[in-house]
């Protein structure tokens, strides 16, 4: 069999909420239902997302997640980005949604239904190739991003950041890139 597409259906609790939202990321909407049951279909290139509307939904209890491997998810993330920015002032990087700054494995946005939307590269590098300070940086943004443990990842990231004297200047640079990050999610400011 050839040219066969799968498209998960991502639930939420407003299809309106999600398309304001989508289309301020850069997608279209392709299909719109109220009735009988609430429906969305959004695209962005060939992108697709698909969602459907509960009543009562709550987007803080999602575990619905999707990945999106791209070329380039900076790419991506700076139009995502730029979205945000004229329509809020600025990147959402706490509360739902939100959207982290991307790294070498991508990133991660959670959209108003409370669905983890992750970006990643299209190939990605062998983890054997991955040195500690690599490996907890992953880690730290996968408990800061898809668990909120913004704490345990900056205690993981400081520890690595100590020990790892070996590191590369720009795995150290991505590093201490989301430290700070962590630290402004925290309010925290060193």
Not at 40 to 48: C, K, Q, T
Not at 143 to 148: D, E, I, M, P, V
Request: hydrophobic share 40%; with cysteine; aromatic share 8%.
């Amino acid at each position: 069999m050839a040219n066969e597409v799968t498209i998960p259906l991502l639930p939420c609790a407003s299809i309106d909420e999600v398309a304001e939202f989508y289309v301020m990321l850069g997608f279209t909407v392709t299909y719109r239902q109220y009735r009988p049951n609430a429906y969305l279909s959004v695209r962005r290139s060939e992108i697709n997302l698909h969602f459907f509307g509960i009543p009562g939904y709550e987007p803080a209890e999602s575990y619905s997640s999707c990945l999106i491997q791209v070329e380039d998810p900076r790419e991506l993330y700076e139009a995502f980005a730029h979205g945000m920015r004229a329509v809020y002032g600025q990147v959402l990087v706490t509360g739902i949604p939100r959207m982290t700054r991307p790294r070498r494995d991508g990133f991660l946005m959670v959209d108003p239904g409370g669905n983890w939307i992750r970006v990643v590269p299209a190939v990605r590098e062998r983890e054997a190739t991955r040195n500690g300070l690599t490996r907890a940086l992953t880690n730290a943004v996968t408990l800061a991003g898809s668990h909120g443990a913004e704490r345990q990842a900056l205690k993981i990231l400081e520890g690595a950041l100590v020990r790892e004297v070996h590191a590369s200047e720009e795995e150290r640079a991505s590093a201490l890139e989301f430290r700070e990050e962590l630290l402004e999610r925290l309010n925290l400011h060193r």
